[in-house]
């Protein structure tokens, strides 16, 4: 649950009551999700979608689209080109809209109903660095 209040200032804090902890899993299990870190070359609007863009990204070694529902999330989905972000790779290739997406990008907030924001390393890494 998210609530929105305003401080003596008028700005404005979110309040979020964390989701309950999914049930355990082996670690064996958690090894088999390939997290990497990508470069977003470009972002490209999915015709015919009023949610989804297509992202470039480059993992080092290879690049890959990636399908994503940006459009609402941001006013200017472009505004992610040059950032570097966290996508689980090892997915299953899905066809959505037309454009074939070969991973997914690892977001944060969008399953607690806030606005979501890109999972980021510190600092520059390597592209294709693993998470883990």
Request: net charge neutral; hydrophobic share 40%.
């Amino acid at each position: 649950m998210v609530s929105l209040e305003r401080d003596g200032f008028g700005r404005i804090s979110v309040e979020m009551m964390p989701a309950q902890v999914k049930p355990p899993i082996s670690k064996d299990l958690l090894d088999q999700v390939d997290i990497r870190v990508g470069t977003i070359l470009s972002v490209e609007n999915v015709s015919g979608s009023d949610k989804l863009v297509a992202l470039s990204v480059n993992f080092g070694d290879h690049q890959r689209t990636i399908v994503a529902g940006l459009k609402k999330e941001r006013a200017d989905p472009r505004e992610i080109v040059g950032r570097q972000t966290l996508f689980v790779v090892n997915l299953e290739p899905r066809k959505m809209r037309g454009v074939v997406s070969e991973g997914m990008l690892f977001d944060l907030g969008y399953a607690d109903g806030i606005t979501p924001v890109l999972a980021m390393p510190e600092r520059p890494v390597p592209d294709g660095t693993r998470a883990g």
